[in-house]
C-alpha cells in the first residue's frame, strides 16, 4: 500500500483520489498468495540475505514467453502483477492454496521459456509501474539495469516517462473470442451487473469502445467504464476509463487515447523484437493531459523547467 500511495503523489494515473477504488483486486488463486508465497516455496533453497535478493531479482527480470490468440509476446514477470504480488487468499485451507499457487508458478516459470513454444494464455494481466520502486527494498532499483526491453527500463524508476503517462497502469490483454465481461471472478475490469447494455466489442484494428459501465465497490454511477480495445485479429485489451473532472478529459477521449497507447505498446514493445524508437515516439503523443506542474521528458523533447 506504500508504494501505491506513493505513486499517488507523482503519477498522473493517480492524481485523483478516487482513483484510490483502483487498486486492482487479485483474482487467481496465484494472485490471493502472491510472490512471497511463491518465493519462499521456490527459493526457499537459495540462502539468504545477498543471495537470496540476486535471486528475486534474477526472476523479477525474466523474460516469459507467451501467446494470446495466437500472437506471441515476450514481457517480463515483474509486469504480471496476479504472478508476483502479495494478496489474499479466501479459502479455508491456506496451505494447500499456496502449494497450488507455486506449482502453477514452477509451471509458468518452465513453459514459458522457450520462444519456440510460447505459453497460450485466453488473458493474462500487465501493469505498468514504476518497476524498481519498493519501499520496503531499496535494493529492488537494481532490477531496471537487469530488465531487456527498453521500454520496462524507461518506465522502471521514473513514473513521469511517457510510458507511464500514456498508458493505464493495469491492461488486461486478451483473446477477444474469450472476452466474458460478467465472469463472476473478482477481476479487473469487469460489468456492473446492473449497468447500461454492453456495447460490442470493437470491429476494426485500433479501435477502442466503451463497453459498460464498471463494477467497483462505492463507485459514484456514470463516472467508471471498462474499455476495449482491437489490436490485431483477435487480440485485444480491456482496461478501465473514468471520468476526469479536475483534468478536463472524458472517459470516452481517455479510452480512445489510451487504446491507441495500448496498440503501440503491443506492436511496438511485446512482439518478438521491439522497436522502442517508434513506441516512445507514438507514446510521447499519447500522455494524457498535463498536471499542473509537470516533469519533463527529455526522450519527448520536453525543455528542461527553468
Not at 493517480?14 to 510472490?35: D, K, M, N, Q
Not at 473470442?177 to 451487473?193: F, G, H, V, Y
Amino acid at each position: 500500500m506504500k508504494k501505491n500511495l506513493r505513486i499517488a503523489l507523482v503519477n498522473s494515473r493517480f492524481t485523483e483520489p478516487v482513483l484510490l477504488r483502483h487498486i486492482p483486486l487479485l483474482g487467481s488463486v496465484l494472485a490471493r498468495v502472491g510472490l512471497s508465497v511463491c518465493l519462499g516455496l521456490v527459493l526457499s533453497s537459495c540462502g539468504k540475505g545477498e543471495e537470496r535478493t540476486a535471486a528475486n531479482l534474477k526472476l523479477l527480470s525474466t523474460d516469459l514467453h507467451v501467446s494470446i490468440a495466437q500472437h506471441h509476446l515476450v514481457l517480463p514477470f515483474v509486469a504480471l502483477e496476479d504472478y508476483q504480488r502479495g494478496g489474499q487468499s479466501f479459502s479455508l485451507n491456506r496451505k494447500e492454496d499456496a502449494e497450488r499457487a507455486a506449482t502453477a508458478f514452477r509451471q509458468l516459470m518452465r513453459d514459458s521459456q522457450n520462444p519456440e513454444v510460447p505459453k497460450p494464455f485466453d488473458r493474462l494481466s500487465v501493469t505498468i509501474d514504476t518497476y524498481g520502486w519498493d519501499d520496503g527494498d531499496m535494493r529492488r532499483v537494481q532490477v531496471c539495469r537487469m530488465l531487456t526491453r527498453q521500454w520496462t527500463r524507461a518506465a522502471c524508476d521514473n513514473p513521469w516517462a511517457a510510458i507511464q503517462q500514456s498508458l493505464p497502469g493495469r491492461i488486461e490483454l486478451v483473446d477477444l473470442r474469450r472476452l466474458k465481461m460478467e465472469s463472476p471472478e473478482p477481476r479487473i475490469p469487469r460489468c456492473a451487473r446492473n449497468g447500461s447494455p454492453r456495447r460490442a466489442f470493437p470491429t476494426g484494428e485500433g479501435e477502442a469502445v466503451m463497453v459498460c459501465e464498471e463494477e467497483i465497490s462505492g463507485g459514484k454511477p456514470h463516472e467508471d467504464f471498462v474499455a476495449v480495445v482491437r489490436i490485431d485479429g483477435d487480440l485485444g485489451a480491456a482496461w478501465s476509463v473514468y471520468e476526469q473532472h479536475q483534468r478536463t478529459e472524458t472517459a470516452q477521449a481517455m479510452a480512445a487515447r489510451q487504446g491507441k497507447a495500448i496498440a503501440a505498446l503491443v506492436r511496438y514493445g511485446l512482439g518478438s523484437s521491439e522497436n522502442f524508437s517508434r513506441l516512445y515516439g507514438t507514446l510521447c503523443q499519447l500522455r494524457g493531459p498535463p498536471l499542473p506542474h509537470p516533469v519533463p521528458d527529455p526522450r519527448c523533447g520536453d525543455a528542461a523547467r527553468p
